[in-house]
């Protein structure tokens, strides 16, 4: 949670240089964000592709707890295999509609 804190900080960083028009420092933070992540080998990889338009809203509250239980499970998995929880990569790909006001964009 603490790593989703520092992104989600550097995201907002990214979204404020991007329309205040500082491309330098926008396209500096695109390529690091596009950086590969080095892998451990036989990691449990994981990719989310989330709907967080308006319409989506009570599904997306759902997705968020049911989240923490495929977290756990997997761990329990990887746990009942001799691996570590460590071993766990979730990346998520949330879309929206952009033409939409900040208050119907959940």
């Known amino acids: 949670?603490?790593?989703?804190?520092?992104?989600?900080?550097?995201?907002?960083?990214f979204l404020s240089d991007l329309f205040s028009g500082k491309m330098k420092e926008f396209m500096n933070k695109l390529l690091d964000f596009n950086?590969?992540?080095k892998v451990t080998p036989n990691c449990c990889k994981t990719m989310f592709l989330i709907d967080a338009t308006f319409s989506m809203s009570e599904l997306l509250m759902i997705m968020k707890s049911k989240l923490q239980?495929?977290?756990?499970?997997i761990k329990a998995v990887l746990k009942q295999n001799g691996m570590s929880d460590e071993l766990v990569l979730m990346k998520f790909a949330i879309y929206r509609n952009y033409d939409q006001t900040f208050d119907m964009i959940y």
């Open 1 to 13: 949670m603490e790593q989703a804190g520092k992104t989600h900080a550097l995201s907002e960083q």
């Open 69 to 73: 239980i495929m977290l756990d499970r």
């Open 35 to 37: 950086k590969a992540v």
